[in-house]
């Protein structure tokens, strides 16, 4: 209504044109005013349609493609010709930027008069996305200066998507934050933050660097988190508040609560390249927020297409950070990423098994399709992407078809290249290869050598226990499952100092009911040993000597190979034999699966070797169990069980 009331009112006001009313009536109030009017000639129609613009831009002061009535030509205000209009002469200015060959010929157009303080904006924004890397050249430019004070002097003319893109390029361009030039922009788009669209606001946001910022942008950034709080039910776009959630979703607890829940709401028009910014966002808050993973997860499940592989390397790479497991989604992302194995960069492809590895998802065809792309690129694999791989592949207990192709490649490989490698990379190496029973007496030789295995004992670091276990494992291998090895093993004293070292953790709840268990199993005192530290590396749960008609026997009557310090010194009677019990928790198994990892699987082949008969106690076992008794009765069944197995065999 206000439009047309102004176009009316102008076209009255305009007209060329003398009133003289009909004798028989009175003169209207409206006509004796317009008579007195002066009269001037009408050459030229005032520009309504400019009217209309000027009024939409006042009600609009946020779109960025709208040109002031001021940039229009002073010497013509005729009605322009569709393809003279504002808008489209804005869109033939930037394509013809785009044209331009180079910043030479953008900083000459910068210089041509009668140029509107937005169209300087889009010639700087068009010089930021051409620099590759050598900005302090343009910034020192005389002419680039200039464009900047030009820009600055009329900074309070520029409407506010032009004030969001010269923020945009002068970060692109690396200007010094304390520039003149810089602050001016800074200090206008904080007066104009009420004038700014919820999406412009979530641009500005994602300008702001996330650390290292200075006084003006803290007060900035204050300010724009007070207005998206003001004017939340705005946002109405998952584009949106995605870009809120990856720049302001840092700030605060009770902001990272409302941007999750607008995610929920919003998250069946969420596309997979959105989904993985939240996702990887919540990953670097360190924030698994299950309900949002969840949501987020069943419509990746429902998409239709295939997922890039830069989504899916990182989406799995924030699944295993927030140790969030999801089997559907992961399966998609196998599937889709199989294909496309053969064009991944190698580093990529490494990734991604750690990934994997990490969330102890074994998805048997896709360990096979790497294996089969380390075979035929194997050349383009450094050495340590190839650790990576067969690290991953020993913690998954995955051996692929052609298992003789595949480590003679990686004995090759690690053959030349071996020495180059850090000490705690060959520890990690020869560790995998024992769990994936491939390890050769050239491996064995290098790693109980008293030159490397002193380095292990010197580390004070955290992950000095681990390497000490591992260190343990590796001479296990050697002791036990190589006949042919010649030496040389770990001496008595160093295997003592070793085992004094890996440290006995706490029971957990299901190694505390165990214990609790055995405890009434074998009630009479020294016949079931708990917690027991071996050389091989292996810590049991309870330890039983047991005979023939399976009667508990006192162990401290008994040598014990397994712990030199035990002191007995009797061998075991004939027909008795010695049980190890191990609990198996649900991180000793793949996820979903009750396929037992790696690890589990060398603890079982190194006890068998040392003359223990393996009494496994797995979760998923015990949890069914109610009473007492049936606790009893199931590990009394086991050992029984365990027994008959060892007879027939």
Request: include cysteine.
């Amino acid at each position: 209504m206000a439009v047309r009331l102004i176009q009316r009112v102008s076209r009255l006001l305009a007209a060329p044109v003398s009133f003289h009313p009909p004798p028989a009536s009175a003169p209207s109030e409206c006509m004796r005013l317009c008579q007195y009017a002066p009269c001037f000639p009408c050459q030229a129609a005032l520009h309504t349609s400019s009217l209309r613009f000027l009024v939409g831009d006042l009600l609009e002061p946020s779109r960025d493609l709208q040109e002031p009535l001021r940039d229009l030509p002073e010497t013509s205000w005729s009605p322009p010709e569709p393809s003279q209009s504002p808008l489209t002469s804005q869109k033939e200015f930037l394509f013809m930027l785009q044209t331009l060959s180079g910043v030479e010929e953008l900083l000459e157009i910068s210089r041509k008069p009668n140029l509107s303080a937005n169209r300087k904006v889009m010639i700087i924004q068009e010089i930021a996305q051409r620099q590759d890397g050598d900005n302090g050249r343009v910034l020192e430019e005389p002419r680039f200066q200039d464009l900047l004070y030009n820009v600055t002097s009329q900074i309070q003319d520029l409407q506010s998507g032009s004030v969001i893109r010269l923020l945009k390029s002068l970060y692109g361009l690396g200007l010094d934050r304390n520039d003149d030039c810089f602050q001016s922009a800074m200090v206008e788009a904080q007066w104009r933050l009420h004038l700014f669209s919820i999406g412009g606001l979530a641009q500005l946001s994602s300008y702001i660097p996330h650390s290292d910022r200075t006084k003006e942008e803290n007060r900035l950034l204050d300010e724009l988190v007070k207005q998206v709080e003001l004017r939340w039910s705005e946002i109405k776009e998952p584009r949106t508040v995605v870009t809120l959630i990856s720049s302001l979703g840092s700030e605060s607890n009770s902001f990272k609560e409302k941007l999750e829940d607008k995610v929920l709401e919003l998250a069946a028009g969420l596309t997979p390249e959105q989904s993985r910014k939240v996702i990887t966002a919540l990953a670097a808050w360190n924030r698994r927020t299950l309900p949002v993973l969840w949501a987020l997860s069943f419509h990746l499940t429902q998409y239709s297409g295939e997922l890039s592989p830069p989504v899916i390397l990182d989406l799995a790479f924030a699944f295993a950070k927030l140790n969030y497991f999801h089997m559907e989604v992961l399966q998609k992302m196998a599937t889709d990423l199989m294909p496309r194995l053969t064009t991944m960069k190698q580093s990529n492809i490494a990734l991604m098994m750690r990934s994997f590895t990490h969330l102890r998802y074994s998805n048997q065809p896709f360990c096979e399709a790497v294996a089969q792309v380390c075979l035929q690129r194997s050349e383009f694999f450094h050495i340590n992407q190839l650790f990576s791989v067969l690290l991953s592949f020993a913690f998954l207990n995955f051996q692929p078809r052609q298992s003789e192709e595949f480590f003679n490649m990686i004995h090759q490989r690690f053959g030349s290249e071996f020495d180059s490698l850090s000490w705690k990379v060959q520890l990690d190496t020869v560790w995998s290869l024992c769990m994936l029973g491939h390890v050769t007496t050239t491996y064995f030789q290098k790693i109980l050598n008293p030159e490397f295995y002193s380095q292990v004992l010197g580390e004070q670091s955290e992950k000095s226990v681990s390497r000490c276990r591992k260190l343990l494992q590796i001479n296990a291998s050697a002791q036990l499952e190589s006949p042919d090895y010649p030496g040389p093993l770990l001496p008595i004293d160093v295997l003592q100092t070793l085992q004094s070292r890996v440290d006995v953790k706490t029971g957990s709840t299901l190694q505390c009911a165990v214990s609790n268990a055995l405890k009434k199993v074998f009630p009479d005192p020294g016949t079931c040993n708990f917690n027991v530290r071996t050389i091989y590396g292996w810590n049991l749960d309870g330890e039983v000597v047991l005979d023939s008609d399976l009667e508990a026997l006192a162990l401290q009557d008994f040598e014990a190979p397994h712990n030199p310090q035990s002191g007995g010194t009797q061998p075991l009677p004939e027909g008795a034999r010695r049980f190890a019990i191990v609990v198996q928790e649900f991180a000793h198994f793949a996820f979903h699966e009750k396929e037992v990892l790696g690890r589990g699987v060398m603890t079982r082949r190194h006890l068998r070797a040392a003359g223990f008969l393996v009494v496994e106690v797995p979760y998923y076992d015990w949890k069914g169990l109610r009473s007492e008794q049936e606790k009893e009765s199931f590990l009394k069944d086991r050992i029984r069980n365990v027994m008959a197995e060892d007879m027939v065999q």
